[in-house]
């Protein structure tokens, strides 16, 4: 009668067996499969097909790192990075989307390496439609294991050569057959491509525009009898209460009817704007969106024309017609952040330019009386009549905030709407703010400026992407404001302005004034 095994050797057979099971534990590998765009089945699908053999990444936790290492996208460099921080060993990505060549729907699955980011073994399943039919999802389950079995092959059989190794000479009186070589050479594995840019970082964004704008332009005043209008310049004098007559002061004129102003108007225009983004290629998406950006308006505004009023301030008649012309250009930085790194997803637009708009209207020639205060005699001098709007010459630093929101996005094309804010730091005015330029001829502003600021609002409800080919369709509103102090109270400068001297004295006097500006602009260009 036959014996069973001993003890001992039962004892060595459990022991083998448990080495061999912990070893199988030991080199189980790690495969995330990433969320599938729209055809979330299929993502459950690839994710149950491999549970058995590998351990599966959570998604949550996944994206989780992504989003903090901003890898939201599936360029190669980004899944290696996130690969590289999670320990894992194969990357699993699928798309459902239209063949550009053929019009058909496809089903690609690609598998790829956690140490690289590229596709090692690549799935294509032909489809009737964008859904997935449960056949393509059988037959994608049974494919996918050995997929990612030859990719992990793949990676473990490649060694690791430190230098380039010559080869070894070949034996003298033997030569290599050249059809073995052109052999070998069509044999070698095909270098992967280099991963794409996000779309929507481009290198640079150009374009140009019609514009149709418009302006009013207004100073402060009150109705009735309040001193809140304003005043103009009159003569000069001497000071009646100086009992030496040595003295001058300037006198202006009584509350004028009404004060100058522009009438809102509108007129055409062209626009150019670009900006080139140098950091595009960088793989931390927070800075690829940063550029140097420009933006040119030119406007053709007809010939203004001086309203002549009655006694009452009414208009009775046009007056001559003077050359008007409007100048807008922003030069400086621009900044776009898309946060999740998808291209439709909403992004931030921040911007610090420098910005100048010039809005002037031709002067004319005037004759005006003058008091010579040493003679006391009057006598008529040539100068110059600006009708109470000199130069406007704004400068300003702009710092602007918006944002950018998709609504449509396909891989063939892309719409979204935005919206900006921009606040002016005013650094300069123009004529308005001087005194006196040219005391001689008359010509000056309404002194210094107290306090200023500068707003604009843009929308865009349309901004259109098709292959590069870019339409924006934009509206704006825009205005500057400023007070001035020889009208302030609190600095010793009531209204009316009675007899002034030197340094309380302008060409005008008044409160304050406020420039509008707005209009649309239809844009085209291209990015790339």
Sequence with gaps: MASGPGPRRVAL??????????????????????????????????????????????????????????????AADELALVAAELGVDVVVTATVKKDKDTGTWVLAASVRSGQTGKAVEKL??????????????????????PAVDRALRGQTEQPVVEAPQPEPAAPPGREENPFEAVQR????PAK????????????????????????????????GPSPIKCYTF????????????????????????????????????????????????????????LGVGATFDYFFWPASRVCNKNADGMCISPGTELETRQIRAEVGLRWMWNVLNKRSRPSILLSLMYGFHQFAIQKEKRTYEVT??????????????????????????DIGLGGRVPYVTTNRFFAALLVDFHYHVMLDYGDIQTRFIDFDQLYGGYGP????????????????????????????????????????????????????????ASRHIAQGATDQYFGGILQVGYQY
């Design 13 to 74: 057979v459990g022991l083998v067996l448990l080495c061999l099971g912990g070893a199988a534990r030991a080199e189980r590998k790690t495969v995330a499969v990433l969320d599938v765009p729209g055809v979330p089945r299929v993502q459950v699908v690839l994710a149950q097909a491999l549970r058995k053999s590998y351990t599966l990444m959570p998604l949550p936790r996944w994206n989780a790192t992504a989003r903090r290492l901003g890898a939201m996208g599936r």
């Design 124 to 145: 294509r399943y032909p489809l009737k439609g964008p859904r997935v039919d449960p056949a393509t999802l059988r037959q994608l389950a049974a494919e996918i294991g």
């Design 185 to 188: 050479t069509a044999e070698a």
């Design 192 to 223: 992967e491509p280099e991963p794409k840019r996000p779309l929507f970082y481009p290198w640079f964004d150009v374009g140009a525009g019609f514009i149709l704008g418009g302006r009013r332009f207004s100073f402060t005043e009150e109705p």
């Design 234 to 289: 009159d003569r000069r004098i001497i000071d009646p209460s100086d009992p030496a007559m040595q003295r001058t002061v300037f006198r202006y004129s009584n509350a004028l009817r009404k004060c100058p102003g522009f009438s809102a108007s509108v007129a055409g225009g062209l626009r150019l704007d670009g900006t080139v983004y140098p950091l595009a290629w960088l793989s931390i998406a927070p800075l690829r969106g």
């Design 372 to 397: 010579d205060p040493v003679t006391r005699q009057t006598m008529k001098v040539e100068g110059i009549d600006d009708h109470g709007l000199p130069d406007l010459r704004y400068q300003y630093l």
């Design 449 to 504: 400026v107290g306090g200023g600021y500068g707003l604009r609002v843009g929308f865009t409800p349309v901004e259109f992407v098709w292959k590069g080919l870019t339409a924006r369709l934009s509206g704006y509103y825009e205005t500057f404001a400023m007070s001035f102090d020889l009208a302030n109270p609190d600095k010793g400068n009531p209204l009316p302005p009675g007899d002034r001297e030197a340094e309380a």
